[in-house]
């Protein structure tokens, strides 16, 4: 079935540097989204991205779709702690309305 | 409700007893999925509804697990002779017609079979 990877699984960074976590997908993506969950919290919706190569920003953190829809990114520019949390990604499993999320890329940031 | 709405928050079991995780969901969102997340692994599809059915379970990890959503808005999950295996948090999540297609979830159950 439809896999979807992520890496790291786990980065620790001081504050102020960037943060970059990728996602890999077995299949091509129809779209991907990607979800924030804080410790001890829920996941939380960031972006969806739906067209090849499509690059949307939300402030400090920017989301990239690749151009094979197979792989997405999100850099944190200039982390703060309260980026503190878990990102995933998620995308279509073998039918539209079935999310599959990855592993996940926990986040801890130094003050 | 303003949010999507699950109880128990925190549920200790015994191995072998049934177990019952309720979901409110957002009101007008016909979709509903329960996930199950266990400690340091993304969300694990169970089951998705779309209205009163089960449109596809095939998540279920067996024949113990068990979900209805008899009016087609709180949905019941249910969960039979449990096992320390089934120890979790069982996330529900539902989704509107409008938007981006995301997902709403809710705080979660966490479950704890002894």
């Known amino acids: 079935g439809q896999q979807v990877m992520q890496i790291p699984q786990y980065q620790h960074v001081q504050e102020g540097e960037d943060f970059t976590t990728y996602c890999n997908s077995s299949?091509?993506?129809?779209?991907i989204q990607w979800y924030k969950q804080r410790p001890g919290g829920h996941p939380v919706f960031l972006i969806q991205l739906v067209k090849s190569g499509e690059v949307k920003k939300q402030k400090r953190l920017t989301f990239q779709f690749g151009e094979a829809k197979k792989n997405s990114s999100l850099h944190i520019t200039a982390t703060q702690t309260t980026d503190v949390g878990t990102y995933f990604c998620a995308g279509p499993g073998d039918s539209s309305y079935k999310l599959i999320f990855g592993s996940g890329t926990r986040l801890l940031v130094r003050p | 409700g303003a949010g999507v709405s699950q109880t128990p928050s925190n549920k200790v079991t015994e191995k072998g007893k049934y177990v019952e995780l309720r979901c409110d969901p957002i009101s007008g969102h016909t979709a509903l999925y329960w996930y199950r997340q266990s400690l340091g692994q993304g969300p694990e599809f169970l089951i998705y509804?779309?209205?009163?059915?089960?449109?596809?379970d095939s998540g279920l990890p067996n024949d113990r697990f068990f979900a209805v959503r008899p009016e087609g808005s709180v949905s019941t999950l249910k969960i039979q002779r449990t096992e320390r295996g089934d120890s979790a948090v069982y996330l529900c999540?539902?989704?509107?017609?409008?938007?981006?297609?995301?997902?709403?979830f809710g705080e979660g159950s966490r479950l704890t079979v002894l």
């Open positions: 509804f779309q209205g009163t059915g089960a449109a596809d």
């Open positions: 999540a539902s989704r509107g017609r409008t938007g981006a297609g995301e997902l709403f």
């Open positions: 299949t091509t993506l129809s779209n």
